[in-house]
Each structure stands twice: as structure tokens, then as C-alpha cells.
């Protein structure tokens, strides 16, 4: 059965940290993965995607997720967070006919 | 990148009631659409697919009757709740894929529905 786990519900981080959002899926076929963000009230922005290639893939407001086929995970990562990151993040896998399955979410605030 | 569009973006309603939610590709042509309902502090579930000209395909669990899908253009899908009740009140967001812009979904801002 096609699923995605993120097991992290929340997550404080202080500004300037390192952040690292966990992602694992389960499905059947060749997986797209991707990781949107959704600020409060707002709908979903594309953070990043990987379809094939490079594992590390790289995306907007400094963000860039590893794929690990062998752990079926798909982690997002950012070096240094800012303020304005703070909001959920959702983890989707999905095919070309894009029936999408997304995760819980991991919903991220930032402390000074 | 491809911008999509919901109308309204909050509506408040009385029980029993019908509520239509927009959803506009606005620079491309949405040969597939999608509705999602987000309930709070949970994931998108995908409620039905809609491809322009055919009817839509609803997941396990959601009523057709009640959330009445249209995709009568390449740029426009319609989703009514009919017959409105409190448990409806969510947000719900719509996605949509294409031409040119392939295989990647582009979602929607989201209609916030509270139904008295």
C-alpha cells in the first residue's frame, strides 16, 4: 500500500539552526517525491521534487532533500533556518498519473 | 510557475444549504484537476480526480451526491457541497496538471468552508 510517514509532528528549532525534516514512504512503483510547505491558511508551495538523477536535489529558500532509496526516505534539509520558515511541512510521493499521497505533516517553529 | 486559483477563499453558509467552490488554472490548460480536504492539523486527502469532459472519480468514502464535481473546461473545476452540515466545515484545496506544464501538480490557495 502506497503511504508516507513523517514521524516528526513538530519541531522547534532556533534561527540560524540546522533543520532536517524526515520523510519515509512506502510505495509500489518508481516513486516522484516531493516536499511542499503551507503557511497558516494558505494552500501548498512547492519546496522541492525528485523524479530521477541525482539523489540530492535542490530547491527553493535554500532547502534540498536526499533521496535514499534503500531507506525509502526522502529527508528535507536546510543549513541554517530563518524566522520566516516557520509553517508545515508536507512530504508527497506520487507517479505520473499523479495520485498523490501525502504525509501528517511536520509543523516547524522557530525561536530566536 | 502555473498559477491556480479558488474562489472564494472563505465562505460561511447555513446548515443544508449548497456551497460552489472555483477552482481556475489561470496560464495553462488543466486537463486533470483535483480535490483535496485538509481538516486541522492533518494531512491532504485527496477527495476526486477530475479530467476536463469526463466524470470525475471519487476516492473511497466521500459521497458523490454530496460533493458535486464539475470540469467543464480546461480551466475551470467547480466542487459543490450540497446540502451543507457542520461536519463539512474544512478546507479544501484543489490542484491541478497539464499542458505545457507536464506532470507536476500546482495547487491551489484554498477555500476555507465553515458551515453553521
Known amino acids: 500500500a502506497q503511504s508516507v510517514t513523517q514521524p516528526d509532528i513538530h519541531i522547534t528549532v532556533s534561527e540560524g539552526a540546522s533543520l532536517e525534516l524526515r520523510c519515509n514512504y512506502s510505495?509500489?512503483?518508481?516513486?516522484?517525491l516531493f516536499w511542499y510547505v503551507q503557511s497558516p491558511g494558505q494552500g501548498l508551495q512547492l519546496l522541492l521534487k525528485?523524479?530521477?538523477?541525482?539523489?540530492l536535489v535542490q530547491g527553493i529558500k535554500g532547502f534540498e532533500a536526499e533521496f535514499k532509496r534503500s531507506q525509502s526516505s526522502f529527508n528535507l534539509r536546510k543549513p541554517s533556518v530563518h524566522w520566516s520558515d516557520a509553517a508545515e511541512y508536507f512530504c508527497?510521493?506520487?507517479?505520473?498519473?499523479?495520485?498523490?499521497?501525502f504525509g501528517t505533516g511536520t509543523s516547524l517553529t522557530v525561536i530566536p | 510557475g502555473a498559477v491556480v486559483s479558488q474562489h472564494p477563499s472563505r465562505v460561511i453558509c447555513k446548515s443544508g444549504t449548497s456551497v460552489k467552490i472555483e477552482c481556475r488554472s489561470l496560464?495553462?490548460?488543466?486537463?486533470?484537476m483535483f480535490w483535496y480536504r485538509q481538516f486541522p492539523k492533518k494531512s491532504l486527502m485527496l477527495m476526486a480526480t477530475?479530467?476536463?469532459?469526463?466524470?470525475?472519480?471519487?476516492e473511497q468514502g466521500v459521497e458523490k451526491d454530496k460533493f458535486l464535481i464539475n470540469h467543464a473546461s480546461l480551466t475551470l473545476s467547480t466542487l459543490t457541497v450540497t446540502s451543507a452540515h457542520p461536519e463539512d466545515s474544512s478546507f479544501y484545496i484543489c490542484?491541478?496538471?497539464?499542458?505545457?506544464?507536464?506532470?507536476?501538480?500546482?495547487f491551489g490557495p484554498g477555500t476555507r468552508l465553515t458551515v453553521l
Open positions: 490542484s491541478a496538471r497539464g499542458q505545457p506544464v507536464g506532470d507536476e501538480q500546482f
Open positions: 510505495y509500489g512503483a518508481t516513486p516522484y
Open positions: 525528485y523524479f530521477s538523477g541525482d539523489t
Open positions: 508527497a510521493v506520487g507517479s505520473n498519473s499523479n495520485q498523490f499521497y
Open positions: 496560464d495553462f490548460q488543466a486537463t486533470t
Open positions: 477530475s479530467n476536463e469532459g469526463s466524470k470525475a472519480t471519487y
